[in-house]
C-alpha cells in the first residue's frame, strides 16, 4: 500500500515512517509548510511547520530511503486556523487551534494533497489508536500511552478522514517510540517536543495579539465579584480564564480570571472556588459514536491536560449541555470538551459558557 506521512521532523512522525516502511509499505514523507504574515517564529526549533522541520524530515526520510515532498498550505493555514485563532482570542475565547489544524489541514488539505499523489491512507505521529470495526466504522481511541495521548485534539476528524488514517505511534509508549528512533539510527531521537501552538512570533501570545488584534490589546478595568474596579488589564486577548499571572493585582489571597467580556473590555477576577463549574453549555457538536441518542452517560475532559471526568450529556441537535459529578476547573469557553467511554472517544464541541450558581455560593 502507498501511505502518506505527514511528518513534522519530530520523533513520533519519524517513527510512524520508520514502522510503515518496515510493514513493507510504500511510504511517501509530507512535510507541511506555512509562510505567515506576520513576525517570525520565536523558536523553529520547536515548531512541526518551519525551515528545521522540514530539515529534520527530509534527513530522516533519506535515512529510511523513502521520497519526501514539502507542501506549502500557508493560505488554508492562514484561513483555517490562525485567523480564527486570533478572532476568538479578541472576543475574550479560549480555541484549540491543534483541534481545527488538524480537522482542516493535517487530515484535509495536506490530506488531499496526499491522495492526488497516490496515497490510500495517510499516517501521523500522533498518539492516538483508530479502532477499525465492521459495524461501526473506524472508531477514535485514546492511545496506549495515556500520559501522552492525543485524541483529544482528534475528536472532530468526520468518519471519512478516519477511515484514511494511520496512527501507528499511538500502539508505542514514548519511551518505546524514541527507543525504536535510537535503534534505527534517527536523529530525531532526541528532538524535542515542538510546542503547542506552532505559529507564535518572537513575543509569543502578546506579540501576536498586538500584531494581528491590536484592538483587543486596549487596556481597560479589572473587576472584582461585587463589579468594583480592582485594577486595568493590558487588553481581553492577552487573558485567558484560569490566569493568575500578570494581573498585576496586589490581594491578600490568590486571585484568577474568572471572566473576559470582550464587549466591555472588562475582566473578572476572585478566587478559585469562583472557577469552579459543573454545568457546561457547547456548540458545533462532533459525534462519532452514540450520534443519535439524546442523553447518555459519558467521561468528559475540558481541556486537554484535564482527567476525563463522569458526566452526564444532553444533546440537542448541534448543542451539548453537560453535567459533571464534581465541579470542573477554569473551563474556557472556545475550548473544546471531549466525550469519552473508556478509551473510545465518542465525540465533543466546543464550550459555550460554563455556569455552576451553588459552586460559587
Not at 523513502?66 to 507542501?71: G, L, Q, T, W
Request: charged share 25%; glycine share 10%; with cysteine.
Amino acid at each position: 500500500m502507498k501511505i502518506a506521512v505527514a511528518m513534522s521532523g519530530g520523533v513520533d512522525s519519524s517513527v510512524a515512517a520508520l514502522i510503515l516502511v518496515r510493514q513493507g509499505h510504500e511510504v511517501l514523507g509530507l512535510t507541511m509548510v506555512v509562510e505567515l504574515p506576520c513576525s517570525s517564529q520565536a523558536d523553529d526549533a520547536m515548531s512541526c511547520c518551519g525551515p528545521s522541520a522540514v530539515r529534520a524530515a527530509e534527513r530522516v526520510a533519506s535515512d529510511l530511503g523513502i521520497s519526501h515532498r514539502v507542501v506549502t498550505l500557508s493560505d488554508v493555514f492562514e484561513r483555517e486556523v490562525v485567523s480564527p485563532f486570533v478572532r476568538e482570542y479578541a472576543k475574550g475565547r479560549t480555541p484549540n487551534p491543534c483541534v481545527r489544524c488538524n480537522e482542516a489541514v493535517k487530515f484535509g488539505a495536506l490530506a488531499e494533497r496526499a491522495l492526488e499523489l497516490g496515497a490510500e491512507a495517510v499516517a501521523t505521529g500522533h498518539h492516538a489508536r483508530i479502532l477499525r470495526d465492521e459495524a461501526d466504522g473506524p472508531l477514535l481511541a485514546r492511545a496506549r500511552d495515556l500520559d501522552k495521548d492525543q485524541s483529544y485534539f482528534l475528536y472532530s476528524l468526520t468518519r471519512g478522514q478516519l477511515s484514511l488514517a494511520l496512527l501507528p505511534a499511538g500502539e508505542l509508549t514514548k519511551d518505546e517510540v524514541r527507543d525504536l528512533a535510537r535503534g534505527a539510527g534517527l536523529h530525531t531521537a532526541r528532538r524535542p517536543e515542538s510546542q503547542d501552538v506552532c505559529f507564535l512570533p518572537e513575543g509569543g501570545m502578546p506579540g501576536l495579539m498586538r500584531e494581528r488584534a491590536p484592538g483587543a490589546c486596549v487596556p481597560g478595568p479589572i473587576l472584582d465579584a461585587q463589579g468594583t474596579v480592582v485594577g486595568q488589564h493590558d487588553g481581553v486577548g492577552l487573558y485567558t480564564i484560569g490566569q493568575r499571572r500578570g494581573l498585576g493585582l496586589s490581594r491578600p489571597n490568590p486571585v484568577y480570571v474568572t471572566a473576559i467580556d470582550a464587549s466591555r473590555n472588562a475582566i473578572s477576577v476572585g478566587s478559585g472556588q469562583e472557577l469552579l463549574s459543573t454545568s457546561v453549555e457547547a456548540d458545533d457538536a462532533r459525534w462519532s459514536d452514540r450520534a443519535g441518542v439524546r442523553e447518555f452517560r459519558a467521561d468528559a475532559k475540558v481541556r486537554s491536560t484535564a482527567t476525563a471526568a463522569p458526566c452526564s450529556v444532553q444533546r440537542d441537535g448541534r448543542s451539548v449541555r453537560v453535567i459533571f459529578d464534581e465541579p470542573q476547573r477554569a473551563v474556557c469557553p472556545g475550548q473544546a470538551v471531549v466525550f469519552y467511554d473508556g478509551d473510545i472517544v465518542l465525540g465533543g464541541a466546543t464550550v459555550v459558557a460554563a455556569t455552576d450558581p451553588s459552586a460559587r455560593q
